[in-house]
């Protein structure tokens, strides 16, 4: 079944929907277009207001730009993925923080009690995981509304860069994100799944 799409019912301008959805794409090249510090704040500072359970927030990034770090970053990634980060203006490494929990003083102060219930809950891990991935979208969405593009990836080796880059720390990486000004290497854009393809009805 062909999408029908009702534009009428859809609240953000046009222009807008287009920057973060029908026309954006992900990058596999960039140009040299340098990505700020002030990029940087501005895209935490919108992805930082959507849901997490219980405003949990685990979500941490950790930037490169070229040097030490990023090659480093670049000696744990699938070879297929090294050229386009060696050449991205800054790569993330997003993560989950284990101990979210030591946090909720400050994201939940009307719930003390949330700090210790987290603290001795046997699935803080997988919490703190799957509310970081929901972040993540919630990121990626922010990256395009600076005017950037982004090109997530998840070849690489989790342990070993844990190890490299959060030893002694509770951040667990989840994925690489080149990000930038879109290079002109786009291939046409995919086919998506239909309304009827991924919806029921009860």
Known sequence: MT???????????????????TDARTASTFTDEPVTDAHLRAIHDLAKYPPTASNTQPLRVF??????????????????????????????????????HENT???FPTRPELRDAFATHPDREAMARFNATLQIGYWLLAVRAAGLAAGPMAGFDNA?????????????????????????????????????DVVRHA
């Open 3 to 21: 999408d029908t799409t009702t534009p009428d019912l859809i609240t953000l301008h046009p222009t807008a929907q287009a920057q973060l959805f």
């Open 63 to 100: 930037y490169t730009r070229p040097g030490d770090a990023r090659d480093r970053l670049i000696a744990h990634l699938s070879p297929t993925n090294r050229d386009k980060t060696v050449a991205a203006p800054v790569v993330a490494v997003l993560a989950a923080d284990t101990d979210f």
């Open 105 to 107: 003083h400050r994201t």
């Open 160 to 196: 070993g860069v844990d190890r490299e880059f959060f030893t002694n720390t509770t951040w667990r990486s989840l994925l690489v994100v080149n990000i930038g000004k879109p290079g002109p290497d786009a291939f046409p854009r995919l086919p998506r799944l239909d309304y009827d």
